[in-house]
């Protein structure tokens, strides 16, 4: 296998910058280094602090506001019940 040199790789980067231009090449970079950085972690099984907040929080259901506790409703006294005559 042929080793690339310092001219090798800087010949190829000029190429792919008159190719591509300078404003899609660091988004090209950005989107191999990404790739290449999920696909090391899904072989060492390796898992971003936050992309396992974002799996967690995506996980979790909608949250709902605290339940109030179920107070038993007092019947009210009849005031007719209660009528004396004074």
């Known amino acids: ?30 989107s191999i280094g990404g790739g290449i950085r999920e696909f090391k972690d899904s072989i060492t099984g390796h898992v971003d602090k936050q992309d396992a907040e974002a799996e967690a929080e995506a996980a979790k259901p909608a949250q709902l506001p605290p339940a109030q506790p179920a107070t038993p409703q007092q019947p009210q006294p009849d005031p007719r019940e209660h009528d004396t005559v004074l």
Not at 11 to 28: D, H, N, T
Request: net charge positive; no cysteine; glycine share 10%.
């Open 1 to 30: 296998m042929p080793v690339l040199g310092f001219w090798d790789i800087l010949i190829i980067l000029l190429v792919a910058l008159l190719i591509f231009g300078p404003k899609r090449l660091p988004q090209m970079g950005k």
